[in-house]
Every structure is written in structure tokens, then in C-alpha cells.
């Protein structure tokens, strides 16, 4: 699987580098700075780009942009933001197109090896990784409208939106695949949201409702 990485600090590059070759990624470019991740995406049109939002010369959000732009480009390019603070508008900005083969994750999580390697496959194979603090921030700005649902339902909605399938989910919480498949359910029609048996269209139905 062939990756693009953009990162500015040298050590956390050459350690992603070496992370993510060591689960049989290949990585073809790594850029340091805003300016030359965009031709990069273009040129090498990887399985997937991991992407730092900030980048040279202004630390704002180049890198972001760079793969908003390249999206727009080559459309549905899989690319995993990575972020050290949680910034919502960064998730909406990512998600705009909702195509899906994205995802927002605090720079933290590389550090669990497991689910960092897990999101950026993820991805790849386009579906959707929403870093949990995200999800957490997202689900507390709709308190009133999420009332309604159970304490179990809360949890499997923010399965979801992170972008775990039934079975993630029912492993996560220790449940069947069919306990999952009824609180889902329950979840869509007290939301009123239309029901969909694909996970992606799902996950997007549900960030689309928590107004990412």
C-alpha cells in the first residue's frame, strides 16, 4: 500500500516512516512543508496520504488545504489528517465532499500503534476515522436531540462516528453483531435518520447529522 506523508518535524517523520513500513506500507514521498505536498499527492496518487494540518511556511493549515485541494483533484484520494489539538472545523472542512477515505486523528494516537495502523487502513480502503475526542466534542454540542436515546445507544452513536463497522463496534462493547444492528436501528429512528446496511453511507449519515 503506497503512502504519502507530510510531516515537519524530522523525528516524527522518520518514525511514521518506520512505523508505517513496518506494517508493509510503502512510503513513496515525505515532504516537510505545505508547497510540495500537493504536487506529491498529485504525482504518486498514493493508496493513502497521512498528513500533519499544520506545515511551513505559516503553521496554519497548509497540510490540510494540500489535501482538500488534491481531493478536488483526484477525486476520493484517501488521506488521514493528523492533528495535535481537536479542532472540529478541520473534521467539517475534511468531510465537505463526504466521499469518504478520510480521517481526522490527534497526533496522540500514533503512539497506539495498533489503532493508528488501523485508522490509516481504514481509510484506505475508504471508509472513515474520526479521532474519539472529536466525536466526543461533537456529541456534547447536541445534548438535546441525543436525549432520547439510552445509555447503550450513546456509545454505539459514537462507535459510529469515529467510523467502526458492526463488528468493531460489537467487539468494543462486548456484544453480538445483532445487538449492534438493533441499537443502530433504534438509534436512526429516533434521530430520524434514513437507515442504510452500508457502514460508510451510515458513519457520513451520522456525522452529516452531528453537523460536521
Excluded: C
Amino acid at each position: 500500500m503506497r503512502v504519502v506523508l507530510a510531516e515537519d518535524l524530522a523525528l516524527l517523520r522518520d518514525g511514521l516512516t518506520r512505523l508505517l513500513e513496518a506494517f508493509e506500507f510503502q512510503v513513496v514521498a515525505s515532504v516537510d512543508n505545505g508547497p510540495s505536498l500537493l504536487p506529491a499527492l498529485l504525482e504518486h496518487k498514493p493508496d493513502v496520504a497521512v498528513v500533519d494540518v499544520r506545515l511551513p511556511p505559516t503553521f496554519t493549515d497548509e497540510g490540510l488545504q494540500a489535501a482538500i485541494a488534491a481531493r478536488q483533484r483526484v477525486p476520493g484520494l484517501p488521506v488521514l489528517v493528523l492533528s495535535q489539538h481537536v479542532e472540529p472545523l478541520y473534521a467539517r472542512e475534511l468531510l465537505t465532499d463526504r466521499a469518504g477515505g478520510v480521517g481526522y486523528l490527534l497526533k496522540d494516537r500514533v503512539a497506539n500503534v495498533a489503532q493508528f495502523v488501523d485508522a490509516v487502513r481504514r481509510v484506505a480502503g475508504g471508509g472513515t476515522a474520526m479521532d474519539p475526542e472529536v466525536v466526543s466534542q461533537l456529541l456534547a454540542r447536541h445534548q438535546p436531540p441525543l436525549a432520547a436515546l439510552t445509555g447503550r445507544e450513546r456509545e454505539v452513536l459514537g462507535l459510529m462516528a469515529e467510523g467502526r463497522s458492526n463488528g468493531a463496534i460489537a467487539t468494543k462493547l462486548f456484544i453480538g453483531e445483532k445487538a449492534v444492528s438493533k441499537h443502530i436501528s433504534s438509534i436512526f429512528t429516533k434521530l430520524g435518520l434514513p437507515p442504510s446496511d452500508d457502514d460508510h453511507r451510515r458513519v457520513l449519515a451520522v456525522l452529516a447529522y452531528l453537523d460536521v
